[in-house]
């Protein structure tokens, strides 16, 4: 294992599976949704950034918060490799909107 390698089952390598995993789902979502749905599941994305901007002022820190909002991690913050506890959880979000629309 190199320097830079992560050991398997690390949280690094869960947070990269959780990331890709919410990333695909959202690139699924926007290429399969039109029309009115379309604008609809933009508006619960930046609803729930919105209510997340509220509640964590660290959500910068957050790598799942930047695939949510399709937006890069800026080099120097602290990194957060865990999503949201409970009902803020990114992951579980962005499955209950591939369950709204994508039936």
Do not use: C, W
């Not at 729930?48 to 002022?57: F, G, I, M, N, V």
Request: aromatic share 10%; glycine share 4%.
């Amino acid at each position: 294992m190199d320097q830079f390698s992560q050991p398997p089952g690390s949280k690094i390598e869960k947070f990269e599976k959780i990331k890709t995993k919410i990333q695909n789902t959202l690139s699924d979502l926007y290429t399969q949704v039109l029309g009115e749905k379309f604008d609809e599941l933009l508006l619960d994305i930046v609803n729930k950034a919105s209510d997340l901007e509220k509640k964590y002022p660290n959500r910068d820190e957050y790598g799942v918060y930047h695939a949510l909002i399709s937006s890069t991690q800026d080099v120097n913050l602290k990194v957060v490799y865990d999503d949201f506890p409970g009902e803020d959880s990114i992951e579980l979000f962005v499955e209950r909107l591939r369950q709204k629309y994508l039936k």
